[in-house]
């Protein structure tokens, strides 16, 4: 079954026919029995409505094939009604000549002509106007295969995700590109979650799509107009707790690119430090959001598990993380006695291995989404301090009960005193820093039975 071309602007969906709007090609019903008729729900929508933004600057080559393409592949393959988008950025070429003409030939193409360059201005400018229930953008090369379209608006219509990004670093994706680009993008990735713990592998395949009542929000909040705008999405969608689908793509470098890399590296380089800036300060949470209940069981006779597990599970995580951070310090304090006194040995040691605790603790066992807040911060630090004196007070009355201690015995001392410390960094990281706030919006009920 095919989706209707939407001739103007698309409008959510009331159940009665939209003017201007071609019927679709119905498929012949199967026949069913009265006793196997299957049942429509009483909330069901008929449909909804998809926009797809094809950002471009100077490419009136590539635009005629990529809309003739995705024209016929939208028709054909996407069952919901949609529109397509030509998001002109000042281009200085017959771009936006071209555009028109394209509009002018297919039936649910429009233009939208820009006085300013960027891609993220193209796509920020497009997704805010649109009346779209779901709103998709690609880039016009089209090197992401389309049939990564069908299951990424689906997620978003069936309100089981928030965003959904297409990825040629998941399990399954396929890509053919050269060994530069391929270095420069894991590299990038890898630099993400490295300083900004992201779940998400590919934050730059220009292949993405987000309901349209989510994505207004995060637009209001983003700054970036070139092409870090992709990742400031998603570091402000993961940060305040939205679902982002990650799918596996088919992707085929298009070497005819009109992006300058040297430029677009600084760019991003600067964006994550602004994010990150923004982070701390709490400046990144989005309020106005739609609120997402925490799981609840739809079975009315459910046997839920031992309240207890998560907090025993908690544990287990920040002890396993405790133990190599232990060993790290051991290591560490090892190498710095040869060279310092115990205190200023320890002290150092203990410091590198709590960013690596800290890190790892936040990523696996901890709620890290009320980090946000510069007094959390702070709380941490009272923490660490805690710990650091903890563990030093330990070295201290050793030296002071036996004036020459053997290094082994240090290391008893120092292994002790850290278990010790690192069981009351847990109680307090989890019950003082990172406890559990109460829900501030209702949770929706239960779906009623639909009648027979």
């Not at 929508?45 to 005629?64: S, Y």
């Not at 490295?194 to 989510?214: I, M, N, P, S, W």
């Not at 700054?223 to 679902?243: I, P, S, V």
Request: charged share 20%; with cysteine.
């Amino acid at each position: 079954m095919s989706g209707q071309v939407l001739s103007g602007q698309p409008r959510p969906d009331n159940g009665n026919a939209a003017a201007g709007v071609v019927p679709r090609q119905r498929a012949k019903r199967a026949v069913h029995s009265k006793r196997t008729r299957p049942v429509r729900g009483q909330g069901a929508r008929a449909t909804a409505t998809v926009e797809v933004v094809i950002p471009v600057h100077n490419e009136e080559r590539a635009l005629p094939g990529c809309v003739a393409v995705l024209h016929g592949y939208l028709a054909e393959r996407l069952p919901f009604d949609w529109l397509i988008t030509i998001v002109d950025n000042a281009s200085t070429d017959r771009t936006a000549g071209v555009a028109r003409g394209l509009a002018r030939r297919w039936r649910g193409v429009r233009v939208l002509v820009l006085d300013a360059r960027g891609k993220g201005r193209a796509v920020r400018t497009a997704w805010a106007r649109s009346r779209a229930d779901v709103v998709v953008y690609m880039d016009v090369d089209l090197s992401t295969g389309l049939n990564a379209l069908p299951p990424m608006v689906a997620s978003l219509v069936a309100g089981h995700s928030d965003l959904a990004i297409g990825s040629r670093l998941a399990p399954g994706a396929r890509t053919v590109r050269g060994p530069k680009r391929e270095l420069m993008s894991r590299a990038y990735n890898a630099l993400l979650r490295l300083t900004h713990r992201t779940r998400f592998r590919d934050a730059q395949c220009g292949f993405k799509a987000a309901r349209t009542e989510v994505i207004r929000p995060l637009l209001a909040r983003a700054q970036d107009d070139t092409w870090f705008f992709d990742t400031e999405l998603l570091l402000l969608a993961e940060h305040n707790g939205l679902r982002v689908l990650e799918v596996p793509v088919d992707w085929v470098e298009d070497v005819d690119s009109r992006v300058d890399v040297t430029g677009t590296v600084a760019t991003n380089l600067r964006g994550l430090v602004r994010l990150a800036r923004a982070k701390a300060s709490g400046a990144a949470r989005i309020a106005e959001l739609p609120f997402r209940p925490e799981p609840r069981p739809i079975h009315p006779d459910a046997v839920l598990s031992v309240p207890g597990m998560p907090y025993l599970r908690n544990l287990l995580s920040f002890c396993l993380v405790g133990s190599v951070a232990t060993l790290m310090t051991l290591g560490l304090f090892t190498v710095f006695r040869t060279w310092w006194p115990p205190l200023t040995a320890n002290l150092v040691a203990v410091t590198l291995s709590a960013l690596f605790n800290t890190g790892a603790n936040l990523r696996f066992t901890l709620d890290s989404r009320s980090s946000r807040l510069p007094r959390v911060h702070v709380q941490v630090l009272v923490v660490f301090g805690l710990y650091c004196g903890f563990t030093s007070g330990a070295l201290v009355a050793l030296h002071a009960t036996v004036p020459a201690p053997a290094r082994w015995v240090e290391l008893a001392v120092l292994v002790g005193s850290s278990a010790v410390g690192t069981l009351g960094r847990f109680a307090l990281l989890s019950s003082w820093v990172f406890r559990a706030r109460p829900e501030t919006a209702p949770v929706a009920p239960l779906p009623q039975e639909v009648p027979a």
